[in-house]
Nanobody, 125 residues
Framework: QVQLVESGGGLVQAGGSLRLSCAASGRTFRSNTMGWFRQAPGKEREFVAAITWSTGTISYATSLKGRCTISRDNAKNTVYLQMNSLKPEDTAVYYC??????????????????WGQGTQVTVSS
């Protein structure tokens, strides 16, 4: 089992920034990729970014590339998502997920075995 806990969400004005954190615990050695996804009301869960634990290789969704940065701290088993120039359409619950599939950096939600509880990000106009 892998436990994931997200934090850092909140209410921010358009153009602002937020840094989300995802702390992993448990059998993290079974995970090769950590991903960030988001889900707005009435919409499907959408890929945002992913990073591998071992090499730090990164993948971003095209729509968000340039406005967000994913990083990880292996010593703390924590993954971060820095989001800048936020827009109202970025409003969603943001989830982190853990995947052990190969190849890594999967972008489909079904490829992730474990999820956190989510953290709400609300961007006001």
């Amino acid at each position: 089992q892998v436990q994931l806990v997200e934090s850092g969400g909140g209410l921010v004005q358009a153009g602002g920034s937020l840094r989300l954190s995802c702390a992993a615990s448990g059998r993290t050695f079974r995970s090769n990729t950590m991903g960030w996804f988001r889900q707005a009301p009435g919409k499907e869960r959408e890929f945002v970014a992913a990073i591998t634990w071992s090499t730090g290789t990164i993948s971003y969704a095209t729509s968000l590339k340039g406005r967000c940065t994913i990083s990880r701290d292996n010593a703390k088993n924590t993954v971060y998502l820095q989001m800048n120039s936020l827009k109202p359409e970025d409003t969603a619950v943001y989830y982190c997920g853990s995947s052990n599939l190969w190849p890594p950096l999967q972008s489909g939600p079904s490829s992730y075995d474990y999820w956190g509880q989510g953290t709400q990000v609300t961007v006001s106009s």
